[in-house]
C-alpha cells in the first residue's frame, strides 16, 4: 500500500494530512495586496497569520504559501478564511487530480504546474491550490521557487487589466501562466520526438528503444496533468458564481480553448510516439531482411559452386575429367561463369 494511503486510511473526511515529499526547510507566506493605484508586498509571520489578516474591501489579498508539510499552518489558514476543511484536506493531498470545486465562501482549484528537466529528461510536476473569494485568494505551492513571479512583475510594472480586476481575474492569470508552461513543455517533447526520429531514420542508437519508451512514460505524466485540467476550467467557465464576474468569464472560455489545444497535442505527441515505436520496430525488422538477403545472395551462388567442388572432390579413379591437364581451370571457368550468371539474374529480378 502506498504511503499517501496509509497516512490517510480510518481518518474522518476533512483531516488535513500531508502526503507528499517535503520540497522546503521553512515555509514563507508571500503577502501582495493591491488595486489600481497602490500595491504593497511583504513576508507574513507564518505563526500569525490570524493577526495579520486584515480584510481591505478596496484590495485584492493575495496570500501565496510555499510548502505543504505544515499542517497545522494549513489548518490556521482555513480557520482564518473559512475554509472547508475538505479543501484544507485537498491542499495537503499533493497527489490530488486537477478539479474545481464551489463552496459557499470562495472557489477551489487544484492544478498540476509542470516544467521540463532536459538533462534527465523528466517531466517536474507541482501541485498548486487555489482557493479565492471576495477580495483574497490563498495560493499554495508545493516548492520554494515562486511560480508566479512574472504575475508579481505584472502587478509591479500595473501592465495589463490585472490591477482593473478582483481575485478571479488574478486567479485567472495564474491558471493562464500554468497553462502557458505546458506549452513549452510540449515544445521540448515535440524537439526530443524530431530527435527520435532523426535517430530512428539514421544509424540506429543502442538506446534509441528505450528512449522512446522514457518518453512515453514521461508523456503519461503529461497526460495525468493535463486532461483533468480541461474538464476544470470547463466548469470553471459555466460556473455562475458570485466570485467571478462575467468579464473574466470570457477570458476563462478562452482559457478552456488553450487547454483543450493542450490537451490535443498531449495526444498527438503521444501517436506520434506510438507511431515511431512502430517505425523503430519496422527499421529494425528492415535492417534484418536486408542483412538476411545479403546472406540468402551468398547462400544461393556457393550452392551450385559448392556442388561442382564437391562432384569433383570425390576419390573416384575412372572420373574422365581426373587426368584432362586443363580440367582445373576449365571448372573454375564454369564456377566463375555459374556465379556470374546468378548475380545478372538476381539483379534482372532486382533482388540485388
Known amino acids: 500500500m502506498p504511503q499517501r494511503i496509509r497516512k490517510k486510511a480510518g481518518l474522518p473526511p476533512g483531516s488535513v494530512v500531508f502526503t507528499g515529499k517535503r520540497?522546503?526547510?521553512?515555509?514563507?507566506?508571500?503577502?501582495?495586496?493591491?488595486?489600481?493605484?497602490?500595491?504593497?508586498?511583504?513576508?507574513?509571520?507564518?505563526?500569525?497569520?490570524?493577526?495579520?489578516?486584515?480584510?481591505?474591501?478596496?484590495?485584492?489579498?493575495?496570500?501565496?504559501?510555499?510548502?505543504?508539510?505544515?499542517?497545522?499552518?494549513?489548518?490556521?489558514?482555513?480557520?482564518?478564511?473559512?475554509?472547508?476543511?475538505?479543501?484544507?484536506?485537498?491542499?495537503?493531498?499533493?497527489?490530488?487530480?486537477?478539479?474545481?470545486?464551489?463552496?459557499?465562501?470562495g472557489i477551489f482549484l487544484v492544478l498540476q504546474a509542470l516544467r521540463f528537466d532536459e538533462a534527465e529528461v523528466k517531466v517536474i510536476t507541482e501541485q498548486v491550490s487555489l482557493y479565492f473569494g471576495e477580495g483574497f485568494l490563498l495560493s499554495f505551492q508545493e516548492d520554494a521557487e515562486d511560480l508566479f513571479e512574472k504575475i508579481r512583475d505584472r502587478l509591479h510594472a500595473?501592465?495589463?487589466?490585472?490591477?482593473?480586476?478582483?481575485?478571479?481575474?488574478?486567479?485567472?492569470?495564474?491558471?493562464?501562466?500554468?497553462?502557458?508552461?505546458?506549452?513549452?513543455?510540449l515544445d521540448q517533447v515535440e524537439v526530443l520526438i524530431?530527435?527520435?526520429?532523426?535517430?530512428?531514420?539514421?544509424?540506429?542508437?543502442?538506446?534509441?528503444?528505450?528512449?522512446?519508451?522514457?518518453?512515453?512514460?514521461?508523456?503519461?505524466?503529461?497526460?495525468?496533468?493535463?486532461?483533468?485540467?480541461?474538464?476544470?476550467?470547463?466548469?470553471?467557465?459555466?460556473?455562475g458564481?458570485?466570485?467571478?464576474?462575467?468579464?473574466?468569464?470570457?477570458?476563462?472560455?478562452?482559457?478552456?480553448?488553450?487547454?483543450?489545444?493542450?490537451?490535443?497535442?498531449?495526444?498527438?505527441y503521444r501517436d506520434m510516439l506510438n507511431s515511431l515505436q512502430d517505425l523503430y520496430i519496422s527499421e529494425i525488422s528492415l535492417r534484418m531482411n536486408n542483412v538476411m538477403q545479403v546472406l540468402t545472395i551468398i547462400t544461393t551462388i556457393f550452392v551450385p559452386l559448392t556442388f561442382l567442388a564437391g562432384i569433383y572432390g570425390m576419390n573416384f579413379d575412372n572420373m574422365p575429367e581426373l587426368h584432362w591437364k586443363p580440367a582445373y581451370f576449365v571448372l573454375l571457368g564454369v564456377m566463375f561463369v555459374v556465379a556470374l550468371a546468378l548475380v545478372r539474374y538476381f539483379r534482372y529480378k532486382k533482388w540485388v
Not at 47 to 69: A, E, F, K, T
Not at 160 to 179: E, H, K
Not at 208 to 227: C, D, P, S, Y
Not at 229 to 236: D, G, K, N
Open 158 to 185: 500595473g501592465r495589463g487589466r490585472i490591477r482593473l480586476r478582483g481575485a478571479d481575474y488574478l486567479a485567472y492569470a495564474m491558471l493562464d501562466l500554468v497553462i502557458d508552461h505546458y506549452f513549452l513543455v
Open 194 to 239: 524530431e530527435e527520435l526520429e532523426a535517430d530512428i531514420i539514421g544509424p540506429l542508437a543502442e538506446n534509441t528503444k528505450g528512449k522512446i519508451h522514457h518518453l512515453k512514460q514521461e508523456m503519461l505524466v503529461l497526460r495525468r496533468a493535463i486532461a483533468p485540467l480541461r474538464e476544470a476550467i470547463s466548469r470553471f467557465a459555466r460556473a
Open 23 to 105: 520540497k522546503v526547510e521553512h515555509i514563507d507566506i508571500h503577502y501582495l495586496e493591491y488595486n489600481e493605484g497602490e500595491i504593497l508586498e511583504q513576508h507574513l509571520d507564518n505563526r500569525n497569520i490570524r493577526s495579520c489578516h486584515v480584510p481591505r474591501p478596496d484590495r485584492v489579498q493575495w496570500y501565496d504559501m510555499r510548502g505543504l508539510h505544515d499542517t497545522e499552518l494549513i489548518e490556521a489558514i482555513g480557520s482564518t478564511f473559512e475554509v472547508h476543511p475538505l479543501v484544507l484536506e485537498d491542499i495537503a493531498n499533493t497527489q490530488q487530480r486537477p478539479k474545481f470545486e464551489e463552496y459557499d465562501g
Open 241 to 268: 458564481n458570485e466570485f467571478v464576474t462575467e468579464e473574466t468569464v470570457l477570458f476563462i472560455r478562452d482559457l478552456h480553448d488553450h487547454a483543450i489545444q493542450v490537451t490535443d497535442l498531449t495526444d498527438n
